[in-house]
């Protein structure tokens, strides 16, 4: 059961009604995968577009871009979740994908580089605020455990299999079209998931009880709720955890692949696309666990195995057992990282299950903003090898504060 100093005005969590609106959650996650898809294909738009503006400078374009992106998600996002959550979420979700639809066709009238960073940080902002409330809305629309297990399975497949094939669909775009051309098209995802979202059956409104605090109380609501749950701050260390696993493979697989080994971008990518498939077998498997295992066995292994894999990056100098590790990252951040949504979905309160689901997209993206950073230090300052055994070290860190955390004495489950 939730925490005894988890109390609220809304009353009992959402249980588990035994009915699913299957036939509403699918026009919803097509909506979901849609946009996610046109999403990958817009920033591979949105790179070829930046150097036709900015020419060598383009680079540094991109990683503004990327910035705003980051910081939309971080900060301004959850704002935005807030002041809008006393309306119906449905409207909402509509108005979120249509600024995201024009967010992209205006990119493809855009002469000024400021007027990229303008729309991008719209577009970023709309995405965040859309994700939060799919977030929550999913779980009003699948009433058994099973049902919402395999859920959030599909939507972690979904985000690992929209790498490798966003960029395959902006090849094959790019081949017949300009850059903005491929905005103008790709803007058509955002419309069709707004249809597939007017199509579902969804809540009138959050119903939250929140509604009637002040702004900056509400703001404030969402991290508060996960400071005052022993397992949602141990979700906290998790999200360190996979952020500094993430980093590594993000920042350094280029390095080690090309630069250590000597091979061709051809390997960086299958490295990649490596750690993308241990997600996936992750993610796969965890229907299965949930029906005997609990969440914090679960989330505990995932990070131990971060730990472990971490530490034997030391000793690799082939690609086949770099390979091994990847498989390995990806699969212990799935592992560790995925059951998150459904603990929050488990114990939180139906008002305020919004907010503490933007608290925790907000918290993960935080977390990679300085493991990112401290990777690039790193980097710069020693070898990959120490840059590995640190890691591994914050990485058991962060286990050692989930255990702590989380006590086998608090069974919120």
């Known amino acids: 059961m ?6 609220t005005d809304a009353g009992p969590g959402i249980a588990w009604s035994g009915v699913s609106d299957k036939r509403s959650y699918y026009r919803l996650f097509a909506g979901y995968v849609a946009a996610l898809l046109a999403t990958g294909v817009a920033t ?9 503006l900015a020419g060598d400078d383009s680079g540094t374009v991109i990683g503004i871009a990327l910035s705003l992106k980051m910081a939309a998600y971080v900060l301004a996002a959850p704002i935005v979740t807030v002041m809008l959550d006393r309306l119906p979420r449905k409207a909402v979700m509509i108005t979120l994908d249509l600024i995201r639809a024009a967010s992209l066709g205006l990119l493809a009238f855009v002469t000024e580089v400021w007027q990229i960073y303008v729309l991008v940080f719209a577009f970023a902002i709309a995405s965040a605020t859309f994700s939060f409330a799919y977030l929550a809305a999913v779980p009003y629309l699948l009433g058994s455990q099973e049902d919402y297990t395999r859920s959030l399975a599909r939507s972690r497949i979904a985000a ?13 775009l790019l081949l017949m079209l300009s850059p903005k051309a491929a905005m103008v098209v790709t803007a058509g995802a955002f419309i069709l998931s707004a249809l597939l979202v007017r199509a579902a059956h969804l809540p009138a409104n959050t119903g939250s009880g929140a509604g009637r605090m002040g702004l900056y109380t509400r703001l404030k609501r969402g991290p508060q709720l996960f400071l005052s749950v022993p397992a949602f701050r141990a979700v906290v260390a998790l999200d360190m955890a996979v952020a500094l696993a993430t980093a590594m493979v993000q920042v350094n697989t280029v390095v080690l692949v090309q630069g250590l080994l000597d091979l061709e971008r051809d390997a960086s990518a299958l490295a990649f696309g490596i750690f993308g ?23 505990l292994a995932g990070v131990a195995l971060l730990v472990v894999c971490l530490a034997f990056g030391v000793l690799q100098s082939r690609l ?14 799935a592992l560790a990282l995925t059951p998150a949504t459904f603990l929050i979905r488990r114990l939180a309160r139906p008002a305020d299950l919004q907010v503490l689901m933007a608290a925790q997209v907000s918290i993960a993206n935080g977390c990679l903003l300085v493991a990112y950073s401290l990777v690039g230090w790193l980097d710069a300052q020693f070898a990959l090898g120490p840059t590995f055994l640190v890691l591994s070290g914050l990485t058991a860190l962060c286990a050692l504060a989930f255990i702590w955390l989380w006590p086998t004495t608090y069974a919120p489950e």
């Open 160 to 172: 690992e299999l929209e790498g490798p094939l966003s960029p395959l669909i902006a090849a094959g």
């Open 320 to 333: 086949t057992g770099l390979m091994v590790l990847w498989f390995g990252l990806g699969f212990g951040g």
């Open 277 to 299: 498939v241990g997600a996936v077998a992750a993610a796969l498997l965890l229907p299965i666990l949930h029906r005997s295992v609990r969440d914090r066995s679960i989330m």
């Open 2 to 7: 939730p925490d005894p100093g988890y109390e």
């Open 44 to 52: 591979v738009a949105l790179a070829l577009l930046a150097f036709d």
